[in-house]
């Protein structure tokens, strides 16, 4: 099973997990394959939500600081909002790398 010997017993893995990023590191998925499935073993789908939570949540706040440039008409709302979401979501891609490569 990949890299590392797990014991059906204790329902563990024997040796750490090599991403990492585990709380506990002898522990798969953080103890949930069910809902934390990785063939790689090295990226869970909560690590997957929690990525595009904070890329949807920059790319929000960044288009609502945007949204002020609505009092001055439509055209610059437009614009605001466009360019405050895509700096926004610019700026939450590079918190997800950044807190991958770390």
């Given at each position: 099973m990949g890299h590392r010997y797990y014991d059906p017993t204790l329902g563990r893995f024997t040796q750490p997990d090599p991403s990492g990023q585990e709380k506990n590191a002898y522990l798969y998925a953080e103890g949930d394959p069910v809902n934390g499935i990785d063939p790689s073993g090295l990226?869970?789908?909560?690590?997957?939500?929690?990525?595009?939570?904070?890329?949807?949540?920059?790319?929000?706040a960044g288009a609502g600081?945007?949204?002020?440039?609505?009092?001055?008409?439509?055209?610059?709302?437009?614009v605001g909002v466009g360019i405050g979401g895509f700096v926004g979501g610019a700026f939450g891609v590079g918190v997800v790398v950044g807190r991958h490569i770390a």
């Open positions: 990226y869970s789908i909560d690590d997957l939500v929690t990525d595009i939570s904070i890329i949807g949540g920059s790319a929000g600081i945007g949204g002020g440039a609505c009092f001055f008409g439509p055209q610059a709302c437009g």
